[in-house]
T-cell receptor, first 113, second 113 residues
């Protein structure tokens, strides 16, 4: 069974803080993704990575950066958190570029005050 | 225009009813199609892939109409446990080697006793 874990279920931060969201998958997947999910907007892709140290911008990368130093770990970084980054953040992984099934972590509900 | 459009609902149906959701996609070059299910406060999970010839999995039937660029999901004999949000998912244009997916905002189903 694929397992994707995220470091926190709930997080409260203040405007201007640097925020790290961690995601770990245990199935040796090549691809990893970060999404945010907001009511009425659905899932929107922030960044993804298809290999260690590789990253690609998704649809809404502004205000975010990522790091993938090890295959199993993909970190999302909010350099200076803002209130409009309050959201549910979901990490996902998939085996490789050819197979599209994505497995999601439980999500991190981030509130920026 | 959104790449994937769904009626957000909610669809309120009694137990035992048959319910159908449609989803339209904008890019005729999309190759792969899926339905994901997301329970309240949980992560999305793959429900089923959608094949050109249509496919069935128990009470669930998925159909693809490439000419009209829509996908449907039919649920027969609805159960209380079917209450969830159903996400229509397609591969974006020129994504055959990235593993990226485009998610619709979801259709919410509430099955009532």
């Amino acid at each position: 069974d694929v397992k994707v874990t995220q470091s926190s279920r709930y997080l409260v931060k203040r405007t201007g803080e640097k925020v790290f969201l961690e995601c770990v998958q245990d199935m040796d997947h090549e691809n990893m993704f970060w999404y945010r999910q907001d009511p009425g907007l659905g899932l929107r892709l922030i960044y993804f990575s298809y290999d260690v140290k590789m990253k690609e911008k998704g649809d809404i990368p502004e205000g975010y950066s990522v790091s993938r130093e090890k295959k199993e770990r993909f970190s999302l970084i909010l350099e200076s958190a803002s209130t409009n980054q309050t959201s549910m953040y979901l990490c996902a992984s998939s085996r490789d570029r050819a197979l599209n099934t994505q497995y999601f972590g439980p999500g991190t509900r981030l509130t920026v005050l | 225009r959104k790449e994937v459009e769904q009626d957000p609902g909610p669809f309120n149906v009694p137990e035992g009813a048959t319910v159908a959701f449609n989803c339209t996609y904008s890019n005729s070059a999309s190759q792969s199609f899926f339905w994901y299910r997301q329970d309240c406060r949980k992560e999305p999970k793959l429900l089923m892939s959608v094949y050109s010839s249509g496919n069935e999995d128990g009470r669930f039937t998925a159909q693809l109409n490439r000419a009209s660029q829509y996908i449907s999901l039919l649920i027969r004999d609805s159960k209380l446990s079917d209450s969830a949000t159903y996400l229509c998912v397609v591969t974006p244009f020129r994504s055959s080697n990235t593993g990226k997916l485009i998610f619709g905002q979801g259709t919410t189903l509430q099955v009532k006793p």
